[in-house]
């Protein structure tokens, strides 16, 4: 959940270091630096606790400057955010390492460190592989040779860039299990947890396979797989332009990222469907065959992508009539699931980098699915690389670490999907015309729904001394409460759960009084009349309602409901998409008139590369 970037060139490469760090911010960060071979050949470190702008004004009073280094953006898995726990780490003889991840061993291997004289100056498990790359170059004589003897030990997730005072012209690099990239520039090279760091300087890449060291040096990279070959890893083009992730005239990254959801979910369509029918092809040249032969299909994957599976369990069942189960990954993965014939394993992820749902895919390959299919935002990333069929949402960056673009555009790619499971199963072609034109459609009328933004400002305004606030949907809107109650509690930290509707006499109903907003979304489908009966329950117990209703629902503002009129003509298979646009303004705003940081909010990370 860290950013690394790294530099090697024949001029300053600070600004570099800086810019890339202040692009990765959105990962989520508690502290920040930067190690760099000064002109005299001897590593300067500065390190600031808070954002990157405190070390940029740091370097004011201590200046910084080189042609190779390192930097880093930390969130604190061991040890307190401090400048001592912040990275670089350096051990002796002038080896500074950078690193994201979680190192398991790291308790044993400091025992021993400790026993061979090193002192430790951090509660990190970074710190124990600096010194133990420092105890292996005593023997090898070699920094490359040192950091692969010393991955070879480590047990657990690890990027890694490392720098030596004795080898002032390398970068090493290693990978199992965390992202990382090399940037290749003209007679410069660079290094980074995440290719937007480095758009500014370079559009060409190549990644590193699990396993892989790399010596980076001005005019060369060299690769060695995890079993010490010699290996040829492409170069790639990256899609990306370097000011993707501007914030515009937005106030608020998130904000922007709600208005962009219209375009983005239209570029997700683009090209895949046509004369209303769905090119199952973009999904990749496999897919025809593995869709005929699928019988079943098993997602996962974590937080708000496992609302947008859940979401897509009903459409697979109802419009495919497969089995479908949607699973968290980080559950998935520590059990011995039983594979049904010809199941088809879906991952859901806006980085592509999370760890539990990686972990579950490598798992899966092993377990006898029919295939592997992952649905996705990044065209670089481990789990598109990894995965046999692939479809790419093309939300572009996602800034705000509360997802918004990025779950509607998996919606409409898992809407993709559900019409390409039906039409190898018994859907005809009027049937498919009309289930593509549905897809058609979610673009304009997201548009039309946030014409409600000024409306869901001044609701806010009812929510702002709150501390408790309760979410209820039935069926397919059930997710869509459960994702609407994760943006709320993520950025504004008002305490927010979900149930489904029919639940609420079960338990919930305990709670609810004239303190605690109940938030409710009613698209006019086969459960209104159901919905309108646990809302009177509500009303009974003197809750608060506000509703997100349609048109037609028949729901009518009173004492004690607010509703608020959605568009009109949603239908069932587009109303998660549509309904969800109030839900992510309303926690938006609620977070500005509580004061939150609402594209960095407390605690959390953008990209759970860590499990």
């Known amino acids: ?48 606790v808070g954002k990157v702008k405190t070390l940029q004004d740091a370097m004011q009073d201590t200046p910084v400057e080189g042609m190779l280094g390192i930097a880093h953006t930390r969130w604190a898995t061991h040890g307190v955010p401090s400048e001592r726990n912040a990275h670089p780490h350096i051990s002796r003889d002038g080896i500074a390492i950078v690193h994201n991840g979680i190192i398991e061993n790291h308790e044993e291997l400091r025992e021993e460190l400790t026993r061979l004289g090193y002192v430790f100056s951090s509660e990190t498990d970074t710190e124990v592989i600096a010194h133990r790359i420092h105890h292996h170059k005593k023997k090898l004589g070699d920094i490359f040779r040192a950091v692969r003897a010393t991955v070879a030990e480590l047990e657990g997730a690890y990027a890694l860039a490392v720098v030596s005072e004795d080898s002032p012209d390398t970068i090493i690099l290693a990978r199992a299990g965390c992202p990382v990239v090399i940037g290749l520039g003209k007679g410069e090279n660079f290094v980074a947890s995440d290719v937007s760091a480095l758009l500014p300087v370079t559009r060409t890449f190549v990644f590193l396979d699990e396993g892989d060291v790399a010596e980076i040096r001005r005019t060369s ?37 709600i208005y962009e959801q219209p375009r983005a979910l ?52 109802q419009i495919a009539r497969l089995p479908c189960w ?57 789990l598109v ?78 929510f702002a001394d709150k501390h408790h606030a309760l979410f209820l949907g039935r069926g397919q809107m059930y997710p869509v409460a459960m994702e609407g109650a994760l943006k709320l509690k993520e950025i504004s930290y008002i305490h927010a759960e979900a149930y489904p509707a029919g639940e609420l006499k079960h338990g919930p109903l305990a709670l609810v009084d004239a303190d605690m907003p109940v938030i409710t979304v009613a698209p006019n489908n086969d459960l209104l009349e159901k919905l309108k009966s646990n809302l009177q329950e509500v009303r009974a117990r003197g809750g608060e309602l506000f509703v997100f209703a349609d048109p037609d629902s028949g729901i009518q503002s009173s004492e004690g409901v607010t509703v608020i009129t959605m568009p009109k003509h949603v239908s069932h298979f587009q109303a998660p998409a549509i309904y969800t646009i109030p839900l992510q303004l309303l926690a938006y705003h609620c977070a500005i008139l509580k004061g939150t940081d609402v594209d960095q909010p407390r605690n959390l990370a953008k990209s759970v590369t860590v499990e």
Request: hydrophobic letters at 40%; one cysteine or more; a neutral charge.
């Open 1 to 48: 959940m860290c950013g690394i970037v790294g530099a090697i060139a024949d001029r300053n490469i600070v600004p570099i270091l800086i810019e890339g760090l202040r692009r990765l911010e959105y990962r989520g960060y508690d502290s920040a630096g930067v190690a760099v071979l000064n002109g005299t050949g001897h590593l300067q470190r500065l390190r600031t």
């Open 221 to 257: 990279v060299r690769i060695l797989d995890a079993e010490g070959n010699t290996a040829q890893r492409p170069a790639r083009e990256s899609e990306l332009s370097a000011d993707a992730a501007e914030k515009g005239d937005f106030e608020h990254y998130m904000l922007k990222e």
């Open 385 to 462: 690389r990894e995965s046999e069929l692939v479809l790419l949402t093309r939300a572009g960056p996602e800034i705000g670490v509360a997802s918004t673009k990025a779950f509607t555009t998996q919606l409409v790619g898992l809407g993709m999907l559900v019409v390409a499971l039906a039409k190898f199963n018994g859907t005809d072609a009027e049937r498919e015309r009309g289930l593509v034109q549905r897809l058609i459609e979610i673009p304009s009328l997201i548009e039309k729904t946030l014409h409600l933004n000024d409306t869901i400002k001044e609701l806010a305004k009812r």
């Open 326 to 382: 949607v699973e968290i990954a980080s559950e998935y993965r520590y059990r011995n699931p039983v594979v049904p014939k010809n199941t088809l394993f879906v991952t859901i992820s806006q980085s592509g980098e999370t760890a539990d749902t990686l972990a579950a895919l490598r798992m899966a390959k092993q377990a006898g699915y029919l295939s592997t299919l992952s649905i996705c935002n990044v065209p670089e990333s481990s």
């Open 266 to 317: 239209a570029q997700t369509l683009e090209e895949r469907v046509a004369g209303g029918k769905l090119l199952e092809a973009a999904f990749g040249p496999l897919a025809t065959e593995v869709f005929r032969r699928t019988e079943a299909v098993q997602i996962i994957a974590c937080g708000t992508s496992y609302h947008a599976g859940a979401v897509a369990k009903y459409y697979i069942e």
